[in-house]
T-cell receptor
Framework: DQQVKQNSPSLSVQEGRISILNCDYT??????FLWYKKYPAEGPTFLIS?????DKNEDGRFTVFLNKSAKHLSLHIVPSQPGDSAVYFC?????????FGSGTKLNVKP | KAGVTQTPRYLIKTRGQQVTLSCSPI?????VSWYQQTPGQGLQFLFE???????NKGNFPGRFSGRQFSNSRSEMNVSTLELGDSALYLC???????????????FGQGTRLTVV
């Protein structure tokens, strides 16, 4: 029972362009959403988050958008850099537990 | 501030054996969660401990168990290992999702378990 889904296993983008990673969820009780970035052989590192009371949160090149009516979350990276190449996981919290998507592997080509 | 520490980093075991993995959370963090990562499956939630009590449990068989000590350090045990248990096991610590809903989880580097 996957409550958080990332339907694109991979994404390839040219350096300098925008990367858009998408995430869908099913549980309307989720109150907090997060994005994590993972390099091979390392644990995921926290990137950016958004509360369910907001629809946008920005941090430098990273912006997360939340569309509650569509139960959809997206991460925009502008401009994309080769160092952004990694697996990105979205996660949702229902106050006491985190649910993760299956990840999207982003490849930013120089 | 030291991050989340998991030991060992790599482990090879044979089928039928048991294994214990260790996780030391960030100082002051009382919640420790364990996840299994396999290719294409993302991070599957195993269980969460807070103040030495298991608060949440994922959909894994009883062969997977854990515990948390008074210093918040946690161990995860897998008995009667199967080939399918080969995965990266990640531990994450957070302040206390119950009290501060918007606290993110910080992950360790994981333990890569290979069952042969």
């Amino acid at each position: 029972d996957q409550q958080v889904k990332q339907n694109s296993p991979s994404l390839s983008v040219q350096e300098g362009r925008i990367s858009i990673l998408n995430c869908d969820y099913t549980n309307s009780m989720f109150d907090y959403f997060l994005w994590y970035k993972k390099y091979p052989a390392e644990g995921p590192t926290f990137l950016i988050s958004i509360s369910s009371i907001k629809d946008k949160n920005e941090d430098g090149r990273f912006t997360v958008f939340l569309n509650k009516s569509a139960k959809h979350l997206s991460l925009h990276i502008v401009p994309s850099q080769p160092g952004d190449s990694a697996v990105y996981f979205c996660a949702a919290s229902d106050f006491n537990k985190f649910y993760f998507g299956s990840g999207t592997k982003l490849n930013v080509k120089p | 501030k030291a991050g989340v520490t998991q030991t060992p980093r790599y482990l090879i075991k044979t089928r039928g054996q048991q294994v214990t993995l260790s996780c030391s959370p960030i100082s002051g963090h009382r919640s420790v969660s364990w996840y299994q990562q396999t290719p294409g499956q993302g991070l599957q939630f195993l269980f969460e401990y807070f103040s030495e009590t298991q608060r949440n449990k994922g959909n894994f068989p009883g062969r997977f168990s854990g515990r948390q000590f008074s210093n918040s350090r946690s161990e995860m045990n897998v008995s009667t290992l199967e080939l399918g248990d080969s995965a990266l096991y990640l531990c994450a610590s957070s302040l206390d999702p119950h009290r501060a809903a918007n606290t993110e989880a910080f992950f360790g580097q994981g333990t890569r378990l290979t069952v042969v």
